[in-house]
């Protein structure tokens, strides 16, 4: 996370997220103490830990057990410095509900990460902004009492012993009527009740359009390298070693001369959610389907043997070929005969490649060529796949025993001949 985002993720949190409480108390505070606000220790340290817990949240706030007692540090410290005040403290209302607003935000945003359900989570986010909303209006009313109790015992019209007492929890709703008395109040609540449905209906749309771009996004790249663009904003070029795999349908140009349009693109999209779903379940990531082939890269997420993946994709596919061609046949879509598969090991280039206006995540290179130039030999040497020597060797003895050398291929592109291996 770089300097500039996670300042930006620091306002966020304490302006949208957890911090709001807290940020009004202290502004409170200091509007009726002015400068002497920093001559209080506890006001002081709430500030410090406010920043403290925002920063934690910003880094680790995506845990639920961590948002959720994280946004409860600073109502715990600051009771820790205060409680010295007394009882009367303890139960002062703004400091009730400083607690309660904590335990309840977290409460709702551990629950907004541990929902799957995107109803639930919309609803948690719209009930957010009205507690947010909610808890300016209660310090409003706290402020606005506290200035009352202070202009009566200034001006000798009310005797009060124990100014304390009266911002207790169970004494401030006494004088809930005098402060409904003001049209101006009744006219910030009413307005506040209004900003606060604004607000959620707001923040509800905008998550709803959020997650509309984040699904249609994720149909043209893939999930995992969707969520790094969006949560970086940029993806920095690198080169890797991966596999990548290529497929391509047999006797395409035939099938295509031979079909309307709509029941070839109909077929081809039967075709390649059977790819998705097999790469995906090995570990692979579809990088592109050009016209009727399907360029897949293995190695990208950890733990896990690449080229034994992508072995496996071709093996699983190949086993599934009847299934889908029976399923073609029912929707009255022409069958797929037989497909051939290309696989190499090597170093590649990574990274966001295009125009300012239009960029692909992608791989390239001499790998992704000769993986390419490997599927086009299936065609020579009449089998299903060929994979390159790079590749065999990492082959677990399993999947080795399930292909044959076929001898040196001189691929378009490549100096020297290299061994190539063909299903059996």
Known sequence: MNKASFVTKMVRELLLISGQFALFYILMNFSNDGL??????????????????????????????????????????????????????????????????????????????????????????????????????????????????DDAIRSGTRNIPIPQAELTIGAIGAWLPAFLSDPTHIYIIIGGAFLALSLGVGRTDILRLKERINTLFGQYVDGEIRDRIISSGKV???????????????????????????????????????????????????????????????????????????????????????DLNSKLKTLGLPEIQNFGVGIHFGQVVLGDIGSNERKNYTVIGDTVNVASRLESATKVFKTSCVISQETYLLLCPNYQSQFQLLGSANLKGKSKAIKIFGYK
């Open 36 to 149: 002497g606000f920093f001559t209080n220790t506890g006001h002081v340290a709430l500030f410090a830990f406010l920043i403290l817990q925002t920063m934690i949240l910003v880094q680790f706030g995506q845990r639920p057990l961590i948002r959720l007692f994280g946004s409860l540090i600073v109502p715990l410290i600051y009771t820790i410095i205060e409680i010295k005040e007394g009882w009367y403290f303890v139960f002062n209302a703004a400091h009730i509900w400083f607690w309660i607003f904590s335990i309840t935000t977290g409460s709702m945003q551990a629950l907004i990460l541990i929902s799957k359900k995107q109803k639930i989570k919309l609803a948690l986010e719209f009930a957010l902004t009205v507690v947010n909303v909610g808890s300016f209006l209660l310090l409003y009313f706290y402020f606005d009492t506290m200035k009352t109790i």
């Open 236 to 322: 920095t070029s690198q080169k890797a070693e991966l596999c990548i795999l290529f497929a391509d349908i047999r006797d395409f140009t035939s099938i295509s001369e031979t079909h309307e349009a709509d029941t070839i693109t109909g077929m081809l999209n039967q075709y390649f959610t059977l790819w998705w779903q097999t790469i995906n379940q090995h570990g692979g990531i579809v990088d592109k389907f050009i016209g009727d082939a399907v360029m897949a890269v293995f190695g990208l997420r950890s733990n896990r043997s690449p080229c034994d993946d992508a072995v496996a994709s071709f093996i699983d596919m190949k086993a599934l070929l009847p």
